[in-house]
Structure formats: structure tokens, C-alpha cells
């Protein structure tokens, strides 16, 4: 299945949201930041990534049920979209 922006929705806007967390994790950590803070953080990122990608999993979904009632064959299948779920859990 082709990544566009359009496909995956919000997903992109949250791996911005995400990078830029990431960024703040290392800069915390680079400065010696508090411990807690700096894995509160990562925490938040870790979830924001592990969201992104159930969005983009979630948008492939519906953009191979609408390639079938379409008429049309889906890019991916049901078991291939299901392995990529699985390997975010």
C-alpha cells in the first residue's frame, strides 16, 4: 500500500508531535534533566508512535474495504494488514 498523506490522516501529524517529543527526551538527557520527568516523556512518545502506527494500520483497513466495495482489489490483504498490526503490539 502506497503511503500518501491523505490516506494515513492524523497519523503524520502525530509522529510531528512525537518526533518533537523525542527531541525534547534527548535534549533532557544531554542537560541532565530529572529522571522521572525525562521517562514521563518517553513514555508520551512511546504511546504517540504505537498510536500513529494503529492510525495508519486503521486507514489501511478502510482503504482496502473501499478498494472492494469499489470493485476493485485491494492493494494489501487482510492477513497482510493483520502481521503489520501485529508487529506493533
Known amino acids: 500500500m502506497e503511503m500518501k498523506p491523505e490516506l494515513v ?5 502525530r509522529l510531528r508531535r512525537a518526533q518533537g517529543q523525542l527531541s525534547g527526551v534527548i535534549e533532557s538527557i544531554e542537560e ?5 520527568q525525562t521517562l514521563t516523556q518517553l513514555a508520551a512518545v512511546s504511546r504517540a508512535l504505537d498510536r500513529a502506527g494503529f492510525k495508519i ?5 478502510r482503504h482496502c474495504q473501499q478498494s472492494r466495495d469499489d470493485g476493485d482489489e485491494p492493494e494489501m490483504t487482510e492477513q497482510e494488514l493483520e502481521r ?3 508487529s506493533l503490539a
Open 9 to 13: 490522516g492524523d497519523a503524520l501529524t
Open 32 to 36: 541532565g534533566g530529572d529522571c522521572a
Open 57 to 61: 494500520v486503521a486507514s489501511g483497513l
Open 84 to 86: 503489520l498490526f501485529l
